[in-house]
């Protein structure tokens, strides 16, 4: 049984900080890519950023780069979003997703967990 788990969202003032956690069980961790995805009030999910599966290569969202940093732990079959200088507009629900590096196909997706920025 595979399983994608989303932690560490919550409530967080303007300009704070959060750090998303994501872990996965019932897969070889290290050949997935790891990717967080969003879904705000009204709009479509999108893509965040994303992580190889040897944690070589990333890519964000033009909206995050330089405020997100995304980071993987093999060894803990986990995978982190660091958010800084969070903005009202980063409000959303976060998802985490593993999608195995050969067979697209095997693709893994959190509950997600609840993202808010206001004071």
């Known amino acids: 049984q595979v399983q994608v788990a989303e932690s560490g969202g919550g409530l967080v003032q303007p300009g704070g900080s959060l750090r998303l956690s994501c872990a996965a069980s019932?897969?070889?961790?290290?050949?997935?890519?790891m990717s967080w995805h969003r879904q705000g009030p009204g709009k479509e999910r999108e893509l965040v950023a994303g992580i190889t599966s040897a944690g070589g290569s990333t890519n964000y969202a033009d909206s995050v780069k330089g405020r997100f940093t995304i980071s993987r732990d093999n060894a803990k079959n986990t995978v982190y979003l660091q958010m800084n200088s969070l903005k009202p507009e980063d409000t959303a629900v976060y998802y985490c997703n593993a999608r195995h590096l050969y067979w697209s196909a095997y693709d893994y997706w959190g509950q997600g967990t609840q993202v808010t920025v206001s004071s």
């Open positions: 019932g897969v070889t961790f290290s050949r997935y890519a």
